[in-house]
């Protein structure tokens, strides 16, 4: 809300001396937020003075206009006394006029610098200014014309046109609907501003008494309409100025002026809050009536916009149907114009919820509609038409119709009962109820004690505040003009807590893991498109294809709440290459979503705790969003260098990172081969723990690595965290080792290329018995000495036991063991 | 050994006079003292106390003197090789110590040279930040809540006073799902979590919630649809405004720096009545000369977050009795406030993945 200072002055008057930031402090700790100052005048610079025209000649064109080539006396303001020639397009003045003028040197909005320049024939020195030009509205139909009493040529100007106005701008909570007026300001500043006083409440006024003379109206639906008020005007002048005071206002509060009926309406809503709405009262055909529009019925509202209403939509009608969507917007058909001589003016309250719900169906936001959804002064309806009735008298030429239309009453407010020493419990201050009750009257309040000195206060809030409900609103009315700067400051002494979870434990370990590993973490965004998981290579089928879809995406291309942490990380990884930074290892660990589509998440009751099935099924209906862990390598592992060559991530990183994890947790990892997207498919392992499978780790197909900007053999790997973190071992068990000699035996053993080392290393391990202390892949080896399809396994196999030095030949015994299970199992023959 | 040699006569047995055996040993002492290093000295051994050596020669003679005359040419001839077995160990250990010496300088490195073979890796400042926070209440008592980021719309509006026509619901532009009568949405602040703790845990309450939130914002150097935030909730026994200050100033002086307290301003939340902006002193400035600041950009305060009184509307929905408890909660950006509090002005780069960018922080903060 933009109020300029001059206004609020109007209404209020404050000790002199007070400085408006003064005010704005004051207003800002007692809940009116300051946004900022401004005067309409701030980019305008150098000399903008009055000037007398002296002399104009109209000289026509080739391109069909005609200049007028103008000589103005401007005083002293140009250092010569002499006339200041100047040519203006604009037609609307005639010599003695006074304009506006700005001189050679000056500054207009948007940094339209002024200077003497060669046009039409002429050395223009100035220009002669209109409104828009100004920054003081649209109007560019002609220039400026001052009247004859504005001043002497070549004084400052920005005076006269109130360019050096302060505008105020406030920040106006959802709860404070009353101050999107000047009405609700300036008794902002009498409650909270030190020695204001004088508070001259523009709603306060005599009307005429409602009578049977005013314009038929019928509200069908008086709770969505309690109060609707019609009086009318004739013999208006559709050619009638707004004056300069209101434009100024008007423009400063952020609206448009478009013509003196519609500016007078918005500017008693600016002061009084309450919107209006004018109808041009010759189009309207019969009685007005307010009902709920019915299903398919349509209304061109004032924009221009086709809508097709809802029956939940609050609409005014006439004998022709549809003339405005209540309270929101009206309709083209009775649209004051620019021949409009009779003006109807309504003034009606609406049903905020209603209002509320039209806005947002019909996407309308309006300086009405957002005072009517938030709650206006349901009182004031008859007030704001008399002032809007007796502005359009003055400044329109009309004259009042003698009828007035009165349809309802003002629905009462609550009374509410608040403890005395609620003020105090909330707040932690020594408010007595003395206090909270001149706190409570200062804002509107009726207070009065309830029966028998119970300590309870029976509260009426003021009309302009509907949204004083509760025991509790109250309270923060007394404490913030009581001042949230005396608000003392007292730790709470909690009970002994019990730290962090387990689960959050392990997960900053598991992120300090894979930083000791050489990983980065990064946050990305989840959002996801299907051309994402189309360059993943999924397939068809792909369980992660099933995704959870945004109604509102900012981006369509990424409409979807992401199954996997993989598109994200390769498309960094794919930046960060694309950025120079080639050898990159990235994690992130995060939700990702997998609906699970069992239906509604329950609109529960807010009067009552929800039941725990209530609560179980609301739980249920959410998508499972798993904790995941994915993780990206390209380039270089270990970077090349004075000690040794470069070694370019390999899978067996990718592996070996959540082995890492897993290792941090106290759990094994195995893998095994398996084909899945977006992993080479010779090239990716399905990683399990106790034989369930936790994710992923692999080289990245090259098709994927492509698409990504990344280079070949980058690699990758995801996994469930939860199902990590869930089987971490707690309470690890201390381990016992024998401090008698080992003995080492190694061995080659030849296999197929088809079987996994896993499957051989784990067939010695049965073999060997609990006599194997430890066992050590060290070469891999495929050649000619082993023939095509084979490779050779070489093993390093320690033996020990725990009480005793073992037997010559035991240990060759156990070897044998180990090789004959291996053989058994895998078809593995020892090399010779 | 050899055995007695009779073939000769004793007398005739030169190498055993006092003067050779002497001569032996002079000899030997000064090829010992002259070997240049372990090589040759080693040479000097085998020539001077090997087997061959005039010495073991010698003493081979002794068996053919005459028992009377093998005494004193024995000891004649032990203390000889005694004398030059001791020359040998000393020398040696010279010329080890000398050759390891040599060696030591020989291996010399430059330790100039750059050593990180493998690269550092780091965890994000928002990770970090989220811990430090986290921690900062843990150490007052406090247990960390969590909750699903895609949340029921009933938890993230309803239950915490924003019912379907609450004009508030506009302000926070909500990221909505299909179908839409599911009635699911991205949690548009912490909140939600809020109520999960008060619904499954009996007060005493005192809980921080810190994680992602949605907002259909446009990205831009203020603005992101995703962000991170922390809330706080307490309920307990008479639990005031007052308590609701001191968490503040202290978590503001924790995370901000000695003597940094925090300053109230009424706001508007359907879930807490009285609401209130928090404002937290510039921790550069300390609103002395706060003009020229950079980082309060002269007002001497940050705007921090909001917090209020929690509403009773909200105790009841999630069936905490409000005649016997009260509480308060707070919430804060966590990206906004590691943003002022390590200077950084446009928020992109945390959510870019930039390595560079995350490297900057290493892995506490």
Known sequence: MKAPLSWILDLVDVPAGTTTEEITDRLTLTGLKLEAVVSPGREITGPLVIGRVLTMEPEPQKNGKTINWCTVDVGDANGTGEPQGIVCGAHNFAPGDLVVTVLPGGVLPGGFEIGARKTYGHLSAGMICSARELGLGEDHDGIIVLPPDAGEPGQDVRAVLGLDEEVIEFEVNPDRAYALSLRGIAREVLVSVEGASGFRDPALRETPAANDDGHPVVVEDSEGCPVFVARRVDGFDPAAATPDFMVQRITAAGMRPISLAVDVTNYVMLETGRPIHGYDADRLQGAIVVRRAREGEKLTTLDGTARTLDPGDLVVTDDSGIIGLGGVMGGETTEISGTTTSVLVEAAHWDAVSMFRTGRRHKITSEAGKRNERGVDPTICEAAADRVVELLVEHGGGTAHPGVTVVGTPPAMPVVEVAGDLAARVSGMPITEEQSVACLRAVGCEVSAAVGGSGTLSVTPPPWRPDLTDAQDFSEEVVRLVGYDKVPSVLPTPPSGRGLTRAQQLRRRIGRTLAGEGFVEVVTFPFVGEADLDALGLTAEDPRRDLLRLSNPLNAEAGFMTSTLLPGLLRTAGKNVGHGTTDVAIFETGTVTLPRHAGPAAILPVDRRPTEAELEALDAALPAQPLHLALVGAGDAVSGGWWAEAQPFSWADAVEAVRAVAASLGLEVSASAVELAPWHPGRCAELTVDGEVIGHAGEVHPTVCQAFGLPKRTVAAEVDLDLLIARAVHLRTAPTFSSYPVAKEDVALVVDDTVPAAAVEAALREGAGALLESIRLFDVYTGDQVGEGRKSLAYALRFRALDRTLKEGEAAAARDAAVARAAERTGAIQRA | ?365
Not at chain 2, 300 to 315: A, D, H, K, T
Request: aromatic residues 8%; charged residues 25%; proline residues 7%.
């Open chain 2, 1 to 365: 050994m050899s055995g007695p040699n009779t073939d000769y006569d004793p007398v005739e047995v030169t190498p055993l006079k006092a003067d050779q055996v002497e001569a032996m040993r002079e000899a030997a002492l000064a090829a010992i003292a002259d070997a240049p290093d372990l090589d040759a000295l080693k040479q000097v051994r085998l020539d001077h106390a090997g087997d061959r050596s005039p010495i073991a020669l010698a003493n081979r003679e002794i068996g053919a003197l005459p028992p009377q005359a093998r005494k004193e040419a024995g000891q004649r001839i032990g203390q000889a090789r005694g004398a030059i077995n001791q020359a040998l160990a000393a020398r040696q250990s010279v010329l080890e110590a000398e050759h390891e010496e040599r060696m030591l300088v020989e291996e010399t490195v430059d330790v100039s040279l750059p050593t990180t073979r493998r690269r550092r890796g780091s965890r994000h400042p928002l990770t970090l930040q989220s811990e430090l926070i986290a921690d900062l209440f843990v150490a007052m008592g406090y247990e960390v809540a969590e909750g699903p980021v895609v949340e029921a719309e009933w938890l993230n509006f309803d239950a915490l006073n924003l019912g379907p026509d609450h004009p508030a619901r506009t302000m926070q532009d909500t990221f909505w799902t299909e179908p839409a009568e599911d009635h699911v949405v991205l949690r548009t602040q912490t909140s939600p979590v809020q109520a999960r703790t008060l619904l499954t845990r009996k007060p005493p309450i005192y809980v921080v919630c810190p994680g992602r939130v949605f907002r259909t914002d446009e990205y831009d150097a203020t603005h992101s649809p995703m962000f991170h935030q922390v809330e706080g909730l307490v309920v307990d026994e008479g639990i005031t405004m007052a308590h609701l200050k001191g968490t503040l100033d202290h978590f503001a002086s924790q995370l901000f720096g000695d003597g940094i307290s925090t300053r109230f301003r009424p706001s508007y939340f359907p879930f807490t009545e009285p609401s209130a902006e928090v404002d937290v002193l510039c921790f550069v400035c300390r609103n002395v000369d706060a003009e020229s600041c950079r980082t309060c950009r002269g007002e001497g305060w940050i705007e921090w977050g909001g917090c209020g009184v929690v509403n009773p509307r909200v105790l009841v929905a999630c069936g905490v009795d409000p005649e016997v408890y009260s509480g308060f909660a707070f919430g804060m950006g966590i990206d906004r406030s590691f943003m002022f509090r390590h200077d950084l002005e446009d928020l992109r780069p945390l959510f870019e993945g930039d390595v560079r960018f995350s490297s900057a922080f290493g892995t506490e903060i």
